[in-house]
T-cell receptor, first 115, second 112 residues
Framework: NAGVTQTPKFQVLKTGQSMTLQCAQDMNHEYMSWYRQDPGMGLRLIHYSVGAGITDQGEVPNGYNVSRSTTEDFPLRLLSAAPSQTSVYFC??????????????FGPGTRLTVL | AQSVSQHNHHVILSEAASLELGCNYSYGGTVNLFWYVQYPGQHLQLLLKYFSGDPLVKGIKGFEAEFIKSKFSFNLRKPSVQWSDTAEYFCALEGSARQLTFGSGTQLTVLP
């Protein structure tokens, strides 16, 4: 099992550029989510999905789009990058038995800088 | 709305000292509570979780946490810390709508 994988590990964008952060999991988890981590603010939920074809907004969704066409993949799209989106992005997945999940597994993160 | 507060931003201890990290939450209903740890350069890992039952939960690496409903608290404890416990610790809450809310984190530095 590779667990949760994220690509790329590092990315530098210019303001206004668009890009997609990739996330994949091989644990057959229903629940997948994207967080951003900023100093002093912990992790904040951007978007999440409880299964293929189902997505919903988290705490800070503006400027980001997601889709879930398969159980395995949950890409995060930045439509027009802004310096405020400079952050470390984590993808996570978990099973949905007995509530939200028994445990969320996090990917290694993508460090994004927007100039 | 649900929120999590971690008031200790940075804690510095010597090896073998006891640890207690504070976590308070705000939510009016039933909660699931978690502590995650992020070692330097690594991604988050689950330390322990509370869903229901015994309010004292034990996790990996000798950590434990106590859920005190009347105080809306879920403090993390360890009787004797090691240098390898140096990391950032996050308390998290699942309240409604399958959303996980994290606290701002506590950086623990253990001096050898």
């Amino acid at each position: 099992n590779a667990g949760v994988t994220q690509t790329p590990k590092f990315q530098v964008l210019k303001t206004g550029q668009s890009m997609t952060l990739q996330c994949a999991q091989d644990m057959n988890h229903e629940y997948m989510s994207w967080y951003r981590q900023d100093p002093g603010m912990g992790l904040r939920l951007i978007h999440y999905s409880v299964g293929a074809g189902i997505t919903d907004q988290g705490e800070v969704p503006n400027g980001y789009n997601v889709s879930r066409s398969t159980t395995e993949d949950f890409p995060l799209r930045l439509l027009s990058a802004a310096p405020s989106q400079t952050s470390v992005y984590f993808c996570a997945s978990g099973g949905l038995a007995g509530g939200l999940y028994n445990e969320q597994f996090f990917g290694p993160g993508t460090r994004l800088t927007v100039l | 709305a649900q929120s999590v507060s971690q008031h200790n931003h940075h804690v510095i201890l010597s090896e073998a000292a006891s640890l207690e990290l504070g976590c308070n939450y705000s939510y009016g209903g039933t909660v699931n509570l978690f502590w995650y740890v992020q070692y330097p350069g690594q991604h988050l890992q689950l330390l322990l979780k509370y869903f229901s039952g015994d309010p004292l939960v034990k996790g990996i690496k000798g950590f434990e946490a106590e859920f005190i409903k009347s105080k809306f608290s879920f403090n993390l404890r360890k009787p004797s810390v090691q240098w390898s416990d140096t990391a950032e610790y996050f308390c998290a809450l699942e309240g409604s709508a399958r959303q996980l809310t994290f606290g701002s984190g506590t950086q623990l530095t253990v001096l050898p």
